[in-house]
Structure formats: C-alpha cells, structure tokens
C-alpha cells in the first residue's frame, strides 16, 4: 500500500491505498483497497513504543556496536524513557524520530513489515556515540520486524486489528456510539413497558426524533444480557461497527453472539 490524499471541502483525509490499484490492476486488489492512514500510523508507533521498551531485545536488534555495558544501559535507560514521553512530544518531533529509526514499512492484508535502521537507532537513542561501521540503509543496517494484523470492512469503514494494541480512535467512537444508543434503547423500551408511552409515535415525539429512528435503536434492548454487559464495559469486537449492531438482530441469543463476535462473552 502507498500513502494517498483526498479533500472534502476544507478537510484534507489521508489513506494508503492498494499497489495494485494504483497500477490500474483492481482485480488483484481484493475486498479492502485503503485503510486510513491513522490506523496503520498508530499499529506502527505501537510497534515502535513496543521495541523501545524491550531491554534486551532492543540491544539484540541493534546488533553488535562496540556499545561498553554502561552505554548498553543508558541506552536501555533512555529507550524506555522515550517510549513513556512518546504521546507528548510534538508531531514534529516524533517525525524526525521516525525519519532516523524507519527505513521503510510495508503494509499488507495480513502484516505490516517494520524495517528498521541499526545506526539510526542507536544515534537516536545514544546521541554523540561514535558512528558504527554500518552503511546508512546498506543490507546489514536493516531489520525487519513482522506485525501481524488483519484488515476488515466494518460497514463502509475499514479496520486495522492488532493483537495487543490499543483499539484505533474510530473503535473508541463506536464503542461510545454503542454505548450512548443502548442507554437510549433501555430507556425507551423502558417507557413503553411502563406505559409512560403509549406507543413508539407518542415516544418520537417526546423524544423530538423520528419513529422511524426509535424504531432502529431500540432494537438493541434485545440483546442479549452478557452482549449488553459487553458494550457496558467497551468490550467491543474491534471489527464490529453500529451500523452492523443495530441492522437484523436475531432473537436467538446464541446467534447474536456469534454474528456479532461476541462468542467469548458468553457467560459460562
């Protein structure tokens, strides 16, 4: 995948979108042709914060520099404290990181490769040491670090997962929009259980909403109760999105936890 640009009026959206569409070949594109490009910029700084904070294995990743043991841990020392301080460094700041440490990475359906560069991570971490014998961006500089993730539709959106990682800003929006429409659902399936509605047309209009909206949400007052208890707690499968909550809810429980992901929620 390549990195791409569109505007929409005054708003500029960044994605990378597949090879193989940009060489006018779609039909070994596949179902997802771009992902926005903050998901995949968050599964790399993750991978990143993730190495920094390693110890050892940032040291075995470096490679044998001729570090002494003490550099080996103001380097540890250093590494760690730069993973902590990541989040509130200025953009800028952190791209100039970037610029040292990444010589590339490569997106896929399945992975995302990380190469790294041996020289610019020790100059980043150990600034003034003195330079190795390793060529800028020759073979023996780089390292590969393998990410696995999985792209998935949710809806009209695509969706980065990776194990481990913190969920995306759009999953923590769906998780909030599920949240906030389950609250409204219990409520109004509430208020008509006890008769302070006669009906849903009498319940749009004191909730000033449409029927036709009542109707969408509060199909989710029939979830089941450990999906309920999920979304309460922003357990969320990160390739579900609303849209897909709220549309054709079976009434079988079993069956909505399986359509929806929620299998492993399931009480025992």
């Known amino acids: 995948m390549s990195p ?58 470096i490679g044998n520099t001729g570090l002494s043991a003490p550099e080996q841990e103001r380097l540890i020392t250093r590494s760690k404290s730069l993973a902590d301080k990541w989040d509130k460094q200025k953009p800028h700041a952190q791209i ?13 359906r399945n992975s995302i490769e990380v190469f790294y560069r041996r020289s610019g991570l020790t100059q980043a971490l150990l600034p003034g040491t003195p330079a190795t014998d390793l060529i800028d961006d020759a073979p023996e500089d780089i390292y590969q670090v393998s990410v696995p993730v999985q792209l998935k539709r949710c809806g009209i959106e695509t969706r980065l997962i990776v194990e481990g990682v913190t969920p995306p800003v759009a999953h923590k929006r769906t998780v909030q929009a599920a949240q906030d429409s389950l609250r409204k659902a219990l409520q109004w399936n509430q208020a008509l259980l006890s008769g302070k509605a006669n009906s849903m047309a009498e319940l749009a209009r004191n909730e000033d909403v449409t029927q036709r909206y009542i109707a969408h949400i509060i199909k989710l007052a029939y979830l089941a109760p450990d999906i309920m208890d999920a979304i309460i707690k922003g357990n969320i499968p990160a390739q579900l999105s609303l849209g897909q909550l709220k549309k054709n809810i079976p009434l079988d429980w079993d069956e909505q936890r399986r359509q929806f992901g929620f299998s492993n929620t399931a009480a025992a």
């Open 96 to 108: 100039h990181l970037l610029q040292k440490i990444i010589h590339k990475a490569v997106i896929s």
């Open 4 to 61: 791409t640009h569109a505007r929409k009026g005054s708003q500029r959206y960044r994605y990378y979108i597949s090879q193989a569409v940009l060489k006018f070949r779609e039909s070994e594109a596949g179902s997802v042709i771009r992902v926005a490009a903050s998901i995949v910029e968050q599964a790399i700084t993750d991978e990143i914060k993730r190495l920094l904070c390693s110890g050892r294995e940032l040291l075995e990743r």
